[in-house]
């Protein structure tokens, strides 16, 4: 799987859009983007993925640029329960997953 | 169940004992992972059962570990001769082998801490 970079930390206010970067320039053709988030003392949640298209959901939305090298999730109005370790992981869909590799995410505290 | 369940939430042992971690997956799920975070730490991959395939153990750091799938549904982490270093939290996730998301499902995890 493909590595993923992302700031160590990021601070955003309550009910303001909360944007979180993800570079993975070595991204494969068939590799999706997923976006996991763990808030402490919780097992991981997953919130999303895409592999070239912009997708939204109930949780979040997910742009990736064009050439896929980076992307961004979007939370559009963060609370206070958003504050958790974000991660951006890149992996191939098939018919065996195989293992999701984790690296260290992104802290986002949203405060008052 | 409705979810990933783990059992126990927390075991306190002594350094030199085993311990067996139990991770019920959900329902149909063919796919099991476990993971362990260590204190302040990201999430170190262990092990992956997919089905009837040959499980991919490459994260297993030590001889000391080993899992099973019994019946291609609960799984047991067993560590022997447990070590401080091995006190962290032990993460299952379950996934479906099939469908396009390849979502995992994860538990609240088994806090094991090895004095």
């Known amino acids: 799987d493909a590595k993923t970079t992302q700031p160590t930390s990021m601070d955003c206010a309550e009910g303001r859009a909360a944007n979180l970067p993800c570079n993975h320039s070595?991204?494969?053709?068939?590799?999706?983007v997923y976006w996991y988030r763990q808030i402490h003392s919780q097992g991981p949640q997953y919130i999303i993925h895409?592999?070239?298209n912009n997708e939204t959901n109930e949780m979040a939305s997910l742009i990736i640029t064009e050439d896929r090298k980076s992307s961004t999730l979007i939370l559009p109005h963060a609370t206070l329960r958003d504050t958790a370790v974000y991660y951006c992981?890149?992996?191939?869909?098939?018919?065996?997953?195989?293992?999701?590799?984790f690296g260290q995410g992104t802290i986002l505290t949203v405060h008052p | 169940g409705a979810g990933v369940s783990q059992s126990p939430s927390n075991k306190v042992t002594e350094k030199g004992k085993d311990v067996e971690l139990r991770c019920d997956p959900i329902?149909?799920?063919?796919?099991l992972y476990w993971y362990r975070q260590s204190l302040g730490q990201g999430l170190e991959f262990l092990i992956y059962?997919?089905?009837?395939?040959?499980?991919?153990k490459s994260g297993l750091p030590s001889d000391r570990f080993s899992a099973e799938r019994t019946g291609g549904s609960v799984s047991t982490l067993t560590i022997q001769r447990t070590q401080q270093e091995d006190s962290a939290v032990y993460l299952c996730?379950?996934?479906?082998?099939?469908?396009?998301?390849?979502?995992?499902?994860f538990g609240e995890g088994s806090r094991l801490t090895v004095l």
């Open positions: 329902s149909g799920h063919t796919a």
């Open positions: 992981i890149v992996r191939v869909l098939g018919t065996s997953y195989g293992k999701l590799t």
């Open positions: 059962f997919q089905g009837n395939s040959a499980p991919d």
């Open positions: 996730a379950s996934s479906s082998g099939t469908g396009v998301t390849g979502e995992l499902f």
């Open positions: 070595t991204i494969s053709g068939n590799e999706y």
């Open positions: 895409g592999l070239k």
